[in-house]
């Protein structure tokens, strides 16, 4: 076929597109006959819960969600002391019950390391029966979980970690866009929080301390993003591409989130315990951030400094709401991506830069990130005084491949979702939108539209533009066999 031809798409597989994607993208789509063996012997002999475990099933523990959700991770509840600190539960899947080290179970997890949520299919790194079954902290569901407990003090400093084994039972199973709602004043509160005062204290205790938790990371630099992420509902021959935007309720689970994990670093790294810590390094184009930033009237620190960009982003949030998650976008893509290191003890740690924290692992999400797991096992070694799972050199090789694999992941995802977007947008080739440069590189200069979101390569008039800058662009051709979608500059 032509490369400007426009291909026949209206039967266009985009499932069995998304599986080829994963196969070339070193993905396996398929859990391979010795993982599903295991599972069957699961299913006959479910491993039993550790003995010395603390039983907190009493506890008013809550989880928050997508709303179509089952691979639930983490619950979470607080409460006051006397002194007035706030003390933080955090309830983390004990996944690794399930899934041991040296498993088939394992050993497929460490090929995919991370669920890949492709739009039009999931590709779990665990089978369903776990990571939305067995290893998912359900509603009304006894479950074995591994607790990160701190203290917030009046001060908002975090101290008294604790972390421990127990039994918990989540007593509701909440969603981002309903709880979100609410907390921000936008609606009423769905039912289970409107059929309990209890657990609607509990939840604006939660809110109300992991707001605390997150101006004090602006206090050191934590940088103010608010970008929009898409969610691609596809139903037979219907395709919508929706916005979701940070609200109250996804703010809370990411803060308390970020305290968890710095927590469990804290701690490895108190115990002298070799870890995988995932870090932002210095931007690489701060040059341009500072561009962005004199554009709009604020003169930056010619070196990259943290605090002052946020100081700029706060303000502009402030300034011009409207437009602020382009500009974090352009930040976002300026900054470039995480990676994940082996930090040894003694060693000097390596900061995260977008979060101002130079104390940060991932924790929190064993059923759908290899780290985390890996993470989890390093903690119940700690706790049960044995030694490291890991030697240096395995973690080492490990940290290399979670990083090559999320470079993976983002170019597997952009993929299918540009598969499916030009499907989408098939019908509207000549259409006109606003959109934000958010890429120039030697392969070309990439855009997103911001209405709806969608991303696309800018084939004509991409002379003198930058990432940060805003056009106009017309819709050319789509391409969903190759997962092409076309703009041109509009003057």
Same mark, same amino acid.
């Given at each position: ?417 540009? %598969?499916?977007?030009? $499907?989408?947008?098939?019908? @509207? +080739?000549?259409? !006109?939108?606003?959109?934000? *440069?958010? /890429?120039?590189? &030697? ?19 991409? %002379?003198?533009?930058? $990432?940060?800058?805003?056009? @106009? +662009?017309?819709? !050319?051709?789509?391409?969903? *066999?190759? /997962?092409?979608? &076309? ?5």
């Amino acid at each position: 076929m032509n490369a400007h031809q426009q291909p026949n798409t209206e039967t266009f597989d985009l499932r069995s597109a998304a599986r080829e994607s994963m196969t070339e993208h070193g993905f396996e789509p398929d859990f391979p006959p010795d993982a599903r063996g295991e599972v069957a012997k699961l299913a006959a002999d479910p491993p039993k819960m550790n003995p010395a475990a603390v039983d907190l099933r009493e506890l008013l523990w809550s989880s928050i969600d997508n709303d179509t959700s089952r691979d639930l991770d983490q619950i979470e509840y607080a409460d006051k002391l006397p002194d007035g600190s706030i003390r933080v539960l955090i309830g983390i899947a004990d996944v690794d019950l399930f899934v041991p080290k040296g498993s088939a179970l394992d050993r497929h997890a460490s090929v995919q390391t991370v669920t890949i949520y492709a739009g039009i299919e999931n590709f779990s790194m665990l089978p369903e029966e776990l990571s939305t079954g067995w290893t998912s902290l359900l509603e009304n569901e006894d479950r074995a979980s591994v607790v990160t407990e701190f203290v917030v003090d009046p001060q908002d400093n975090v101290n008294s970690i604790r972390i421990y084994p127990a039994v918990v039972r989540n007593k509701a199973q909440l969603a981002y866009s309903s709880v979100g709602a609410w907390l921000d004043g936008k609606a009423e509160a769905p039912a289970k929080l409107a059929a309990s005062a209890d657990l609607q204290a509990q939840l604006r205790l939660q809110n109300g301390v992991a707001q605390r938790l997150r101006l004090e990371r602006y206090k050191r630099g934590a940088l103010n993003i608010e970008t929009i992420e898409t969610q691609t509902i596809v139903q037979g021959a219907d395709i919508q591409i929706e916005a979701q935007q940070r609200n109250a309720a996804t703010d809370l689970i990411e803060d308390f989130m970020i305290a968890a994990n710095g927590a469990v670093a804290r701690t490895l790294r108190e115990k002298r315990i070799s870890s995988i810590r995932r870090i932002v390094r210095t931007p690489r184009r701060w040059d341009r951030i500072v561009q962005l930033a004199a554009g709009l009237g604020t003169k930056l620190p010619e070196q990259p400094d943290s605090k002052a960009l946020n100081d700029f982003l706060c303000r502009r949030k402030d300034e011009d709401p409207d437009h602020f998650p382009d500009l974090s976008l352009a930040v976002v893509k300026l900054l470039g991506p995480g990676e994940y290191v082996v930090e040894r003890p003694g060693g000097t740690p390596e900061g995260h830069f977008g979060l101002a924290v130079e104390d940060y692992t991932h924790s929190t999400a064993p059923n759908r990130r290899y780290a985390d797991l890996v993470t989890q096992r390093l903690v119940k070694a700690m706790i049960a005084g044995q030694p490291s799972p890991y030697s240096d050199e395995e973690l080492t090789a490990i940290a290399a491949n979670c990083t090559a694999k999320a470079t993976a992941e983002r170019k597997l995802e952009r993929h299918i979702q540009k %598969q499916i977007a030009a $499907v989408a947008l098939q019908h @509207r +080739v000549g259409a !006109l939108f606003r959109a934000i *440069v958010t /890429g120039v590189t &030697d392969r070309g200069t990439f855009v997103r539209t911001l209405e709806p979101h969608v991303d696309g390569m800018l084939v004509h008039g991409q %002379q003198g533009v930058d $990432v940060g800058d805003e056009l @106009r +662009v017309k819709l !050319l051709r789509t391409d969903p *066999v190759h /997962g092409f979608i &076309d703009f041109a500059r509009v003057a």
